[in-house]
């Protein structure tokens, strides 16, 4: 089992619809977990950021953690065609030397 | 300033060829990082420096070197690649403190002939 699994794509949506991009993890000691956009032939740009469980909100992106059930999502309200780019989730443990594990990556399309 | 910038943005070298790739940031980050990405793949991490020494390598080739001369920047050295090095090559930086939120170059793609 790969300790970082991301739903595969690619995803296809119209604007306007709700999209929801999820991971689960098997590493329990995994405290951060990270959402990256990357636009194509570009480097990823950190979108999202939380600790722990929770959710977190920043404009029209959602972020929620799930520790007990290792699973992550990433919700985008009112999509819009500049959202079409791969989403990375990564996630990492505590303490120096901490690697980020990415997930696959996940190409989502959004159609005007 | 919350860049990170890298040069070339492009880079075809031949495998006798010798090459750097450049690296630089202005957000007092302590931490710095060289990735390679393949196409639909994620990135995966090459070297970490921190406080300006080597921290991790991830049993990379001997053909690829990093080199860190301050604290604002890292290179990487290249030297009789291989077509399969072929790839984007990020460079990320972050605070100590805060390793888990770092900040990535758009990259440098890489062709090898």
């Known amino acids: 089992q790969k300790e970082v699994e991301q739903d595969p794509g690619p995803l296809s949506v119209p604007e306007g619809a709700i999209v929801s991009l999820n991971c689960t993890y098997s590493?329990?000691?995994?405290?951060?977990f990270m959402w990256y956009r990357q636009y194509s032939r570009k480097g990823p740009e950190l979108l999202m950021y939380?600790?722990?469980?929770g959710n977190k909100e920043d404009g029209r992106f959602t972020a929620q953690v799930d520790k007990s059930s290792k699973y992550i999502s990433l919700f985008i309200r009112d999509s819009q065609p500049s959202d079409s780019a791969t989403y990375l989730c990564?996630?990492?443990?505590?303490?120096?030397?901490?690697?980020?594990?990415f997930g696959k990556g996940i190409t989502l399309s959004v159609r005007p | 300033d919350t860049e990170v910038t890298q040069t070339p943005k492009h880079l075809v070298m031949g495998m006798t060829n010798k090459k750097s790739l450049k690296c630089e940031q202005h957000?007092?980050?302590?931490?710095m990082y060289w990735y390679k990405q393949k196409a639909k793949k994620p990135p995966e991490l090459m070297f970490v420096?921190?406080?300006?020494?080597?921290?991790i390598n991830e049993s990379v080739p001997s053909r690829f070197s990093p080199e860190c001369p301050n604290s604002s920047l890292l290179n990487l050295h290249l030297h009789a690649l291989q077509p399969e090095d072929s790839a984007l090559y990020l460079c990320a930086s972050s605070h100590l403190q805060d390793q888990e939120t770092q900040y990535f170059g758009p990259g440098t793609r890489l062709l090898v002939l």
């Open positions: 957000m007092g980050h302590r931490a």
């Open positions: 990564a996630m990492s443990a505590p303490g120096a030397n901490s690697k980020l594990t």
């Open positions: 939380t600790y722990s469980s």
């Open positions: 420096y921190s406080y300006e020494k080597l921290s």
């Open positions: 590493n329990s000691a995994f405290q951060y």
